[in-house]
């Protein structure tokens, strides 16, 4: 090889000699790298191949993880949970007097289950907005574009941290899904099921906020036997609760609107079994339920309703009026009938009406006994 570049040297045009040089470099680069994607190649091979035995053994380990797919939830605290049950009453006094506050007083903390691991509340509070994307009437959450929806939401957020540091606050988008209607429809239950395209718009607003999902149910004729299971996907996350409303149950067969509908402790029994049974079967932590009540008659035999490890219930003061209007309705519809937890909803317009002077503050639920621990904004 070196007397055949030798003599190519001697008798070879400059130019062509620079030919055969490049020539013979690059015919070496593509050996090379021919040789490189062999050698690759053949290792790929060889590390797809498993012998049976490892295939029979790859299939077991399969097995195993699909059967642990569910994360593990964490244990309860009982000793922070009742501390924090004591804070929520509001320093119950007992006495033998019978005046309607110490009679109210006397009754908070109820005695109930003790909730899975995982439980939200008591250890943090929920805010949420609430309404439905279609209706700039029907609350916050189809009044405002989602940015600035989100926003004052979060305000409300910080009011609440400020009122009440001990208790962390975690934001909540609370949707109608299923809304009462003044016209029968196809089927004549009078209620309207949003697409899920609508829902998973607030399922995708609280994820972008860290937040909860609360959905919403307005019966009307229909029932929620009927219409909770229609929405099992979604109560299988994590994040997502129900709401319901007794306003526009219509056991009588009335139209929405004309009359205050009601639910029985056997309703609120069904709603909370079928939730147990998801949260059991799919590893979850408790589910919340949030019941809407501004009457007496809206949530009758409250003493048979059930409590479960799986489910948190919250009886929800849903009246508007002035400060002292609704929490003398707090008082008589809510506090006085223990079920579990308590909640109040505030109405930016509603509660602006006159005689009404302002808005009732953090500071003033605070004040309540018990505080609520669900808070709303319509």
């Not at 989100?150 to 962390?168: F, G, I, M, S, Y």
């Not at 906020?209 to 959905?215: A, H, I, Q, Y």
């Not at 056997?266 to 979850?284: F, K, S």
Request: net charge positive; glycine share 4%.
């Amino acid at each position: 090889m070196a007397h055949f570049f030798k003599h190519q040297s001697k008798n070879t045009p400059p130019f062509k000699r620079n030919f055969l040089f490049l020539s013979l470099a690059l015919g070496l680069c593509v050996g090379i790298f021919l040789l490189l994607n062999f050698f690759a190649y053949a290792k790929s091979r060889q590390a797809e191949y498993r012998s049976p035995q490892t295939l029979a053994q790859e299939k077991v380990s399969t097995k195993n993880a699909n059967q642990a797919v569910s994360l593990p939830v964490p244990k309860l605290d009982t000793v922070a949970y009742d501390r924090k049950l004591i804070t929520l009453a509001n320093n119950p006094i007992l006495s033998s007097t019978t005046d309607a506050s110490t009679t109210v007083k006397n009754l908070w903390p109820p005695k109930t289950v003790y909730p899975k691991g995982g439980a939200i509340l008591p250890f943090k509070r929920v805010v949420a907005y609430y309404g439905n994307f279609y209706s700039k009437q029907m609350g916050a959450l189809g009044q405002y574009p989602p940015a600035e929806m989100l926003d004052r939401l979060n305000q409300e957020v910080k009011r609440w941290e400020l009122a009440d540091p001990e208790t962390p606050v975690v934001p909540a988008i609370h949707y109608i899904a299923v809304t009462a209607q003044a016209s029968a429809g196809a089927d004549g239950k009078y209620r309207l099921r949003m697409p899920d395209e609508q829902i998973d718009i607030a399922i995708d607003l609280a994820r972008q906020n860290k937040g909860l999902v609360f959905l919403d149910l307005q019966v009307a004729l229909s029932n929620l036997q009927t219409e909770i299971p229609l929405l099992e996907k979604y109560f299988k996350m994590p994040q997502v609760h129900l709401g319901i409303d007794p306003e526009f149950s219509m056991k009588t067969g009335a139209r929405p609107g004309t009359v205050i509908g009601t639910y029985d402790a056997v309703d609120i029994n069904y709603a909370t079994n079928y939730l147990a049974q998801l949260v059991r079967e799919n590893n979850l932590p408790p589910k919340i339920l949030v019941i809407h009540r501004f009457t007496q008659a809206m949530l009758t035999n409250y003493r048979q309703i059930k409590t479960r490890p799986e489910v948190q219930i919250v009886v929800h003061m849903d009246g508007w009026g002035s400060p002292a209007k609704k929490i003398g309705s707090y008082n008589y519809f809510v506090a006085s009938e223990p079920v579990q937890f308590t909640g109040f909803k505030i109405f930016y317009k509603n509660d602006l009406l006159a005689p009404s002077p302002r808005l009732i503050t953090p500071a003033d639920l605070m004040k309540l006994t018990p505080r609520p621990i669900y808070i709303q904004y319509q």
